[in-house]
């Protein structure tokens, strides 16, 4: 299986509510990131936690980061319909960045 | 805009074709990457390279053929594709990992959308 596996892989919520995803790695690493892709588009950088740190937040995301369990969480808070879109985790190993399969999320309005 | 340009946006090709696919980024990056995006599968990384020199090539087959001039500006030629090379081709950009102002923080640009016929 994949270094970052996102964890549901689809994900459908109704707009104001919190939208919680899951990433899973394997290896230890030096940091990991959220990124977003919007359908057809280019992925955009949202968040990079460190391994060395457990919580991070901007604006309404929030990230956590457990090493002991090679996981993390991408919490979205007062989803909008604009926030649907894949989110993909990407770890970073040496210089080895790698994607994980993405978690599709679906804001309905 | 992320500072990172492909061309063209949507491209399609015989499989007897040669064409490129182009990508410039305007970040003052010393690295430039192509990942291959198709339907249901991870992004997968093709290409790396840093300062012009080519640090990764993941066992892409001979028909894709890269080409890095400066450090600004990345190319990717295509040559007598396969039906399942249509993808979305995505080129990324950030200082090498390792360096300083690294953090393997990697800016793509919006893809090119790559159909074989």
């Known amino acids: 299986s994949q270094q970052g596996e996102e964890d549901p892989q689809a994900l459908s919520i109704q707009e104001g509510e919190n939208a919680t995803m899951n990433c899973s790695y394997k290896t230890s690493i030096n940091n990991l990131q959220w990124y977003r892709q919007n359908s057809g588009r280019g992925l955009v950088h949202l968040i990079l936690?460190?391994?060395?740190?457990r919580e991070k937040h901007s604006g309404r995301l929030r990230v956590t980061l457990d090493t002991s369990k090679k996981s993390s969480s991408l919490l979205i808070t007062a989803s909008r319909a604009a926030d649907t879109a894949s989110y993909f985790c990407?770890?970073?190993?040496?210089?080895?960045?790698?994607f994980g399969e993405g978690t599709q999320l679906t804001v309905n309005p | 805009e992320t500072g990172v340009t492909q061309t063209p946006r949507h491209l399609v090709m015989g499989m007897t074709n040669k064409k490129s696919l182009k990508c410039e980024q305007h970040l003052g990056h010393n690295a430039m990457y192509w990942y291959k995006q198709s339907a249901k599968k991870p992004l997968e990384l093709m290409f790396v390279?840093?300062?012009?020199?080519?640090?990764e090539n993941n066992s892409v087959p001979s028909r894709f053929s890269p080409e890095c001039p400066n450090s600004s500006h990345l190319f990717l030629h295509l040559h007598t594709l396969q039906p399942e090379d249509s993808a979305l081709y995505l080129c990324a950009s950030s200082h090498f990992p390792g360096q300083p102002q690294g953090g393997n923080t990697i800016y793509f640009g919006e893809g090119s959308w790559l159909t074989v016929v």
């Open positions: 390279y840093s300062l012009e020199e080519r640090v």
């Open positions: 936690i460190r391994s060395n740190e």
């Open positions: 990407a770890t970073t190993s040496g210089s080895r960045l790698t």
